[in-house]
């Protein structure tokens, strides 16, 4: 079965970096795009990030841009999140899930807990 | 980037029905079938319940249902039980890469 499974979540300092990394198994990850979405503590649901398979065409929210990056390691099966120039409002759960294709994000991973500090 | 809205909550009696509204405005929303939903137990990751605005994944009961008029898109569900309590969220697909999703709405059953 489809598992995405996020870690290198933690606390940060403010204005330091972080990445994170979601192995997938269960599928054929290379034939995927992928995105990155986060949940600030008792909010809502925020699109972050997506790559798409083979042209690796990336698309990023307004609130991250310039400071964000998203990649893959199709031989590894392996999203990553570079997270530079960290705020205290990217203060979230970053879930990892699979874009589905049906216009849909079909499965999604555990999650892992970015903090930062000021 | 497009907002999608949604109620803070609603509420309802084991056994009654719910709706839920998501109000979209951009042209993506508007004309094509590109809204999914998704239900968010406490502490837990979303699941997808309803793509492509009517379809349910395996597994998904079919007290769950979706719908679309114009700039709206709801969620019935009928037939409520306790274990239905939880966050439920819309999105939509922006373009060919973009997502953008629902404030969301809380469902508590009384």
């Known amino acids: ?118 | 980037q497009s907002a999608l809205t949604q109620p803070p909550s609603v509420s309802g009696s084991p056994g009654q029905s719910v709706i839920i509204s998501c109000i979209g405005t951009s042209s993506d929303f508007v004309n094509y079938n590109r809204v999914s939903w998704y239900q968010q137990s406490p502490g837990t990751a979303p699941k997808l319940i309803i793509y492509e605005v009517t379809n349910r994944p395996s597994g998904v009961p079919d007290r769950f249902s979706g719908s679309k008029s114009g700039n709206t898109a709801s969620l019935s569900i009928s037939g409520l039980q306790a274990e239905d309590e939880a966050d439920y969220y819309c999105s939509s697909k922006i373009g060919s890469t973009t997502r953008v999703f629902g404030g969301g709405t809380k469902l508590t059953v009384l």
Not at chain 1, 22 to 37: D, E, I, K, T
Not at chain 1, 86 to 100: H, M
Request: one cysteine or more.
């Open chain 1, 1 to 118: 079965q489809v598992q995405l499974v996020e870690s290198g979540g933690g606390v940060v300092q403010s204005g330091r970096s972080l990445r994170l990394s979601c192995a997938a198994s269960g599928f054929s990850f290379s034939r995927f795009g992928m995105h990155w979405v986060r949940q600030a503590p008792g909010k809502g649901l925020e699109w972050v990030t997506f790559i798409a398979s083979e042209t690796y065409t990336r698309d990023y929210a307004n609130s991250v841009t310039g400071r964000f990056t998203v990649f893959r390691d199709d031989s590894r099966n392996t999203l990553y999140l570079q997270m530079n120039s960290l705020r205290a409002e990217d203060t979230a759960i970053y879930y990892c899930a699979r874009d589905g294709p049906h216009y849909d994000v079909d499965h999604w991973g555990q999650g892992t807990l970015v903090t930062v500090s000021s």
